[in-house]
């Protein structure tokens, strides 16, 4: 099955310290692609996976769930840790969630976290009747290109796959009882105004994580896909200062 345009996944070697970047549910590279192009041009070594299931037609996600989205991150971190001495982790959306798993699942293997709009839960009243309704409808209205900057678009599916949705319900709840293990540093940035992700998910993946070093940063103009809303030049400097923060001993730390 071709790739929708702008869906490949995106790779710089660059110097040793690297960054995992994680797109979201539905989405494809495309969404984080000027963020990682952004840490790329700083001399980071940079990773953006496309998920299994993604990038094609909603069909072939339906056949996918959390287990595989998480093994391709895992797996890219793995990559990373092989030719980089420290690695970070970035992600929006449910890559926030994924980058939030691996950082309770690899402790000191990774030096940070950046989260922009991060999931922590399925919302709505139809999130509960999942577990009946994926059998009856296999999809609803699609997620992508919650923008508030006008010409900017998401690739992504226009609909939403209920038995990836299913899965990721149940992905988001076993994480909320992991989050206490994030230790990490940690950045957080999200939009007052998301129609996707409301606050609250930031307030209590805030509340529960147990990292010290924590850093929250609202973006007022955008919505849910900040990444290529008003606020993206924001995000990118913003990890770029954070990153060379925590790398300010390891002499390729970026600039700018």
Known sequence: MPLLPGAEPFRHDGGEVGVLVCHGFTGSPQSVRP????????????????????????????????????????????????HCSRVFVCGLSMGGALALRLAAKHGAGIAGIVLVNPANKVHGLAAKSLPVVRHLVPTQAGIASDIAKPGAEEVGYDRVPLHAAHSLYRFLRMLDGELPQVTQPLLLLHSPDDHVVPPVDSARILARVSSRDVTERLLERSYHVATLDHDAELIFEETSAFIGRLTADVGAAPHG
């Open 35 to 82: 963020w990682a192009e952004h840490l790329a041009e700083r001399g980071l070594t940079v990773s953006l996976p496309l998920l299994p299931g993604h990038g094609t037609r909603w069909q072939d996600m339906q056949l996918t769930g959390w287990q595989d989205w998480y093994a391709e991150v895992d797996r890219a971190l793995g990559e990373l840790r092989e």
